[in-house]
């Protein structure tokens, strides 16, 4: 990374960035590429310098993986690039009016703009439930991760409460370090809340495969300490005892700033296209926001969107127009099995499978319109499909050939297909 670009004899904005997670990252390279020439502070509440997340429930648990290597880059190389850091301290109380931040230091920093990017904390089990005292697992940062990694290496069993892709990340982890791993879940099938079924189908036989056993539809009334490790009992009746428990029941954007602020919130910080929240100054990106599309707000948890709408912020900043209007993309890996999935399958009316020995293609549509696809060791397909789709040209009728390759129907622009060609022969 490059120093930020500043002329000595410009007006010096400041611009004051909270969290210090995936979006603030981005931004920060985003601002850099875009020369931005104003003064950039990054406020985050972990002691570690901005890192990748998604190692924390794959390769950091079931491999010898330190936290340092997980870091973008140092505390030192970002003050080098000249972003003034501050770890370890949390922005209390945001007033717009007065452009201040203040930290839980005391100290109040002014700004001329101000980015959220504050992500999601972990949703927790009610206490009428939890009965633990604290030794609940959870998994959000680098601290829930040591502690996780700690308490596995002593167990033999683990159980998981959650279906979702952090919590069969952790079953994957936890499976190939040779545990015994119970993953329970409230819904009829796994992944129900964030991949079709077909998609969830195959992720759950490849867990089986591994000796992971489900409890699906089970609601988990009570989870307390026993004599022997940790008791979860179940609606029906059951008790599941393990060495240790994970809680992954998904995640809750940090809004507290926000509200705090009077900033219009809707379960994530409310944002228009170009990321701004209801005051002109302030901007929020990544899992704490939320934006508009097809009439609804919504908020999406992954690297993509962190990374995007950061540079949509990142443009702005530098005098750019910048809108934000996704083609989401996400991705999980879980043993040999790499998970890709692209678009917005909610509102789909039928699906397409397409298997070829350890690879799966999922096509969701839309009145003939490819809206989603879900890949499983695919690819080569997920990354023409969002070309694809980022260019609003992926059609049905495109499908219906078995050996169909994706990459024909991609022509640099200017040589377009049309819909009749796309059918392969
Ligand atoms: C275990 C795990 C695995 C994942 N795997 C994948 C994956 O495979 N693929 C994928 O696309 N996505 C994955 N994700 C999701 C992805 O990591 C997030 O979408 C991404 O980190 C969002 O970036 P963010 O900057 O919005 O939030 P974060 O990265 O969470 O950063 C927010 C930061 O702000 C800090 N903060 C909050 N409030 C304050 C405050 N008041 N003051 C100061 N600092 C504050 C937080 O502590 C945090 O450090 C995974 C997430 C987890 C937890």
Do not use: V
């Given at each position: 990374m490059t120093e930020l670009f500043r002329p000595s004899d410009a007006p010096v904005e400041t611009l004051v960035v909270v969290g210090t997670g995936h979006a603030a990252s981005a931004l920060v390279a985003s601002l850099n590429q875009h020369r931005y020439q104003g003064r950039v502070v990054l406020v985050g509440d972990e002691k570690h310098p901005p890192y990748n997340r998604p190692p924390l429930s794959k390769k950091f648990l079931s491999e010898d993986v330190q936290p340092q290597e997980l870091y973008f880059r140092s505390e030192d190389q970002l003050a080098k690039n000249g972003v003034e850091v501050r770890l370890g301290v949390a922005a209390v109380e945001l007033n717009p009016l007065a452009h201040t931040l203040k930290l839980g230091s005391g100290d109040v920093l002014s700004y001329d703009k101000l980015v959220l990017a504050t992500g999601a904390g972990p949703r927790g089990l009610p206490r009428s439930v939890d009965e633990t005292e604290g030794n609940l697992n959870v998994l959000r940062n680098i601290a829930d991760a040591v502690r996780l990694k700690a308490e596995l290496g002593r167990a033999q069993s683990i159980a998981i409460i959650g279906a979702g892709y952090v919590g069969l990340e952790v079953a994957a982890s936890s499976a190939l370090l040779g545990k015994r791993v119970t993953v329970i879940e409230a819904a009829p099938r796994v992944l129900a809340r964030v991949a079709g079924p077909e998609l969830a189908g195959i992720v759950q036989a490849a867990h089986e495969a591994h000796g992971v056993s489900f409890r699906l539809e089970s609601m988990v009334t009570r989870v307390a300490q026993a004599a022997s490790g940790i008791d979860v009992f179940l609606a029906d009746g059951e008790r599941v005892n393990a060495g240790v428990v994970l809680c992954a029941i998904g995640a809750v954007p940090n809004v507290a700033l926000a509200e705090g602020a009077g900033l219009a919130v809707n379960r994530g910080i409310v944002t228009d296209t170009r990321c701004a929240?209801?005051?002109?100054?302030i901007f929020a990106i990544g899992d704490c926001a939320t934006f508009p599309r097809d009439g609804d707000l919504v908020q999406l948890e992954s690297v993509q969107n962190a990374s995007d709408q950061a540079d949509v912020v990142a443009r702005q900043l530098c005098g750019l127009e910048a809108e934000y209007a996704p083609v989401p993309w996400f991705w999980s890996d879980q043993y040999d099995l790499r998970l890709q999935s692209v678009g917005f399958r909610k509102g789909s009316d039928g699906s397409l499978l397409r298997s070829k020995e350890n690879s799966h293609a999922i096509w969701h549509h839309r009145d003939g319109r490819v809206v989603a696809l879900d890949t499983i060791n695919a690819s080569r397909d997920h990354m023409m499909a969002r070309k694809l789709m980022a260019r609003g040209e992926l059609h049905l009728n495109s499908l219906h050939e078995v050996e169909f390759d994706l990459s024909r129907l991609w022509a640099p622009s200017g040589q377009r297909l049309n819909a009749s060609e796309r059918v392969a022969p």
């Open positions: 929240t209801s005051d002109e100054r």
